[in-house]
């Protein structure tokens, strides 16, 4: 896989270094030995499986227990999918996905709409919203299409037009809709930061330094988040959060990415979640557990890097995450389609394109944070 990269070809090891989902640190080889790297393979098998032999592209959704299948489910899901499934590949060093990757992209491709200076994802049926930019924007930075920096700059300049004076950003770019506002800005921040990784223009890092400024203060200290989205908006603000923390060179803002990050998770913690995920593990939704651990293990990176004493709680709260999720993946005693991936639940076997992502996701962040449930 190679990636155009400020106008060079990207190795698909050089993709590692770039990805929120992989290694940052450029000197640092990734692992693939132990349980984890272990269970990406499942993983890996298991999108492999999921692809639609019709379409040629990836099942949004799988019922082992009935053998119902779907197709094309919600696009931003779908989409997103794209990304995830590149990031796994590059860790693995696999490449048998990409004509899925390829279909896959060609397919959403179709539904980007031209404008005056920017470009917009209208996909059928559903509103065009600042989601779908960023997906099919992390998509396409981790193709192998030379063509691909084209195509996304104006979808990202479709993004900067829906930030508003105050930071924040406008979710939908037809109408006065509200919606997606605990989860659709950081994931646009979140884009937004990786094309500043690859271009450098001071707008992308302008953008995003203003939008982490106001879902902190205008946003979560006004108490707009409710309490069942918090892990959800954690994990969102941590990633673009964490990115945002390595690309400024600003104190002021490393240090509100700090605070703001460090407050989430802690109050997350605070409240029991990771308590009740080890004593109540039917409770939970494998999907929310899998977002806790992502957002939990940027956060964890920062921690790190200043030896806060945070680590060790943290940490704790990392591996009670990984034994869930490690119990919760279908490996055996399974049908053949159902195994590496992970049910809504323990107890409900119905799969999800975007929960196997999440889970990836968080796997490959606590690789990257050297945490390995096999070697503690």
Known sequence: MHLLFAGASLSIEGAMMITHRNLHAPNQEPSCTG????RLRFMFDWYKGMVDENTGRLLYFYNPQTDVRIGDGEPIRDIAAIWD?????????????RPVIRRSLDHFEQFIVARDGYAIVAPQGELSSIAHSAFLTLALIHSESTESMRRWIPLIAGILRQQRQNGSYRVFFEGEQNGGEELYPAEAMLAIIEAYRLTRDARYLDSVERGFAYYKRDYYDRGLVQPDFLVFFANWQSQAGRLL?????????????????FELHDRIIKNGYYDHVGCQPDAQTCVEVACALEGLADTYAIASLGHDRRVESYRRCILTALGFLIRAQRTTGCAERERGGFGQSLANREQRIDVTGHVASGFLKSLENGIDRAAM
């Open 35 to 38: 349980i984890l790297s272990d």
């Open 85 to 97: 499934i590149e990031v796994l590949s590059a860790f693995l060093r696999r490449e048998d996905l």
């Open 245 to 261: 923390f390595e690309a400024t060179a600003r104190p002021e803002i490393k240090e509100l990415v700090r605070v703001f990050l």
